[in-house]
């Protein structure tokens, strides 16, 4: 099964030509000035999240003017939009417009409305060479007023040399407060052509234990199994994280043999 891929960054929506979740799914949005892409969400919720540039997103009646300020995912904090199932929406490019298209399932009975960048929380995670910052865009915990039936989503920008996701995590089985299963997907982009990453993945009742390059626009999809990545030195990895299950909690379980790093870090922070 294939668990990392290439996502096409041609003109157009680039969807997954090989995906084994059964939850989530993305496509990548490349429109330039003036064009304009017409989707339908179906039986799905999709949260539109802006790499780079500014668009016009119509759903219906409801229409997000011109929305977009960063000019690529290194630029702050981003601008998302969430669109209920069951809604035809056209999206509209003012310059070039780079977008990320993320899907679960849901019959949520909603209005759709936009995530502006004072809505998104930051955060710093980790420590030493294992800090990152996350950007939390649609989660639980950071906007519980913001209504979502699956999808938790948000971004995660790790420095050069520096791991994230550390220690290792997986979440596969429905067991609050401890676990909770979803599955996940890494949407990875590279502030430099040249410029990669690794990412590891495994799972010992799976049976197996890959190490993936990092490259731009590639992307990372765990519908199982631990999992790490990190940045190579001189070079900043972007990653939008995007997650689906039965429940919308966030809970994870570390890697027992990894584990102790975490009870360091406020030692190290300290």
């Given at each position: ?5 290439n996502?096409?960054s041609a ?7 090989e ?5 989530l799914d993305?496509t990548r ?5 003036g064009?304009?892409f017409d989707g339908t969400?179906?039986d ?6 802006l790499?780079?540039?500014r668009?016009t ?9 011109k929305?977009?300020q960063?000019?690529?995912?290194f ?9 209920p199932?069951g809604?035809?929406y056209?999206?509209?490019a003012?310059g070039s417009?780079?977008a990320g298209?993320c ?18 929380v930051s955060?710093k995670?980790?420590a ?7 950007n ?7 906007q519980p007023?913001?209504p979502?039936?699956?999808?938790i989503?948000?971004?995660t920008?790790?420095p ?12 596969e089985?429905d067991?609050?407060p401890?676990?909770v299963?979803?599955e996940?997907m ?6 430099t052509?040249?410029g990669?990453g690794?990412?590891r993945h495994?799972s ?8 993936y ?9 765990a ?8 940045s ?6 972007y ?7 039965n ?8 890697d ?7 009870k ?6 300290g």
């Amino acid at each position: 099964m294939k668990y990392f891929t290439n996502v096409d960054s041609a003109p157009g929506a680039n969807g997954l030509a090989e995906n084994p979740c059964r939850f989530l799914d993305f496509t990548r949005l490349v429109l330039a000035d003036g064009a304009s892409f017409d989707g339908t969400t179906g039986d799905r919720e999709v949260v539109i999240v802006l790499f780079g540039g500014r668009a016009t997103v119509r759903v219906g009646d409801r229409v997000f003017e011109k929305i977009g300020q960063r000019p690529n995912p290194f630029g702050g904090k981003a601008y998302a939009v969430y669109l209920p199932a069951g809604r035809r929406y056209t999206v509209t490019a003012h310059g070039s417009l780079d977008a990320g298209l993320c899907s679960a399932p849901a019959d949520l009975k909603t209005e759709p409305y936009v995530v502006e960048p004072s809505r998104v929380v930051s955060m710093k995670a980790g420590a030493a060479n294992f800090s990152r910052e996350l950007n939390n865009i649609l989660t639980p915990s950071s906007q519980p007023d913001l209504p979502a039936q699956r999808l938790i989503v948000g971004e995660t920008l790790v420095p050069s040399g520096n791991w994230s996701t550390y220690p290792a995590h997986k979440h596969e089985v429905d067991n609050l407060p401890y676990e909770v299963y979803h599955e996940e997907m890494y949407y990875f982009r590279v502030n430099t052509p040249e410029g990669f990453g690794i990412c590891r993945h495994y799972s010992p009742q799976h049976g197996y234990d890959n190490n993936y390059t990092v490259r731009d626009s590639t992307i990372f999809m765990a519908p199982h199994g631990y999992h790490t990545t990190c940045s190579a030195p001189g070079y900043t990895n972007y990653f939008l994280w995007f997650l689906a299950g039965n429940i919308r909690q966030q809970a994870v379980a570390l890697d027992p043999d990894l584990a102790w790093v975490q009870k360091a870090v406020p030692l190290i922070n300290g």
